[in-house]
C-alpha cells in the first residue's frame, strides 16, 4: 500500500470485460462509496494490449470508511460476467463485496486469507430480468 492507502482501503481489480462494464462495476461502488473512489482519471487498465485475445485489468481503489446506507441498490445491467478480485484488510473486503451484491448476482471463487490481508475473487454478472 502507498502512504496514502491505509488499511480502511481495498484493491479492487477487473478482469474478464470491457470499458463499459468496468465502468459499471465502478459506479455502483463510488454510488456505496462516494468519494471513496478513486477519481475517474486516476483508474488504471493495466496490461492493456491491441488485438484478438488482448486482456485488461482494470484497477481502483476504494475507501471503506466513505461507506453510507442506500435505498434500492441501481446499476445499469453488466452485458456480461466480470471477474472481480478485491484485496485489503479483512472487514472493508467484506463490505465492498456486500455492496457489489447488493447490485449484481455474485459467485464467490475464493478466499485466500493472510497475515493481515484478505484476497477474495468474485465472479460478478447481471441479475436475471436486469
Known amino acids: 500500500m502507498s502512504g496514502l492507502e491505509t488499511a ?3 484493491s479492487v481489480h477487473l478482469s474478464g470485460c470491457g470499458t463499459a462494464d468496468a465502468g459499471v462495476v465502478f459506479g455502483a461502488l463510488e454510488a456505496a ?13 493495466a496490461g492493456q494490449r491491441t488485438g484478438e485475445g488482448a ?6 481503489v476504494v475507501d471503506a470508511r466513505t461507506r ?11 452485458t456480461g460476467a ?7 484488510a479483512a472487514d472493508p473486503v467484506r463490505q465492498v463485496e456486500e455492496e457489489l451484491a447488493a447490485v ?3 459467485e464467490h471463487q475464493g478466499t485466500v486469507p493472510g497475515e493481515h490481508e484478505l ?4 465472479r460478478l454478472a447481471p441479475r436475471p430480468g436486469a
Open 33 to 45: 462509496f462516494p468519494g471513496g473512489t478513486e477519481p475517474d482519471a486516476s483508474r488504471s487498465a
Open 68 to 78: 453510507t446506507p442506500r435505498g434500492a441498490p441501481s446499476a445499469a445491467p453488466l
Open 8 to 10: 480502511d482501503h481495498v
Open 55 to 60: 486482456a485488461t485489468m482494470w484497477c481502483t
Open 104 to 106: 449484481f448476482d455474485v
Open 119 to 122: 484476497e477474495v475473487r468474485l
Open 82 to 88: 466480470v471477474v472481480a478480485d478485491l484485496f485489503g
